[in-house]
């Protein structure tokens, strides 16, 4: 069974910044593509970053030139780098991955338990 587990989320002031982590762990053979999703009160969860296994990145256009995804594939660890932060950035931070257990099974899409970030003065 493969799960992933974010930390790094908490409170901090407009302008201030937080590095978010996720870590998959398990059965893992391969890691393929590894995103970051937010969802806000009241909206529906959207996707904030997206990074393959090659290291091709994608942004949503509301976070471009203030966050950055990077992985650690030996670790089987994505980051979000965030800064410049702003009061709408606040949500629940969710990690999200596509794995192959091992060679002869599908890849799964678990989801992490979602860390709070919250932007407030």
């Known amino acids: 069974q493969v799960q992933l587990v974010e930390s790094g989320g908490g409170s901090v002031q407009p302008g201030g910044s937080l590095r978010l982590s996720c870590a998959a762990s398990g059965s893992i053979f391969s890691i393929n593509a590894m995103a970051w999703y937010r969802q806000a009160p009241g909206k529906q969860r959207e996707l904030v970053a997206r990074?393959?296994?090659?290291?091709?990145?994608n942004y949503a256009d509301s976070v471009k030139g203030r966050f950055t995804i990077s992985r650690d594939n030996a670790k089987n660890t994505v980051y979000l780098q965030m800064n410049s932060l702003k009061p709408e950035d606040t949500a629940v931070y969710y990690c999200?991955?596509?794995?192959?257990?091992?060679?002869?099974?599908?890849?799964?899409?678990?989801w992490g338990q979602g860390t709070q970030v919250t932007v407030s003065s």
């Open positions: 999200n991955a596509v794995i192959t257990a091992t060679r002869w099974t599908p890849p799964v899409a678990p």
């Open positions: 990074i393959t296994s090659g290291g091709s990145t």
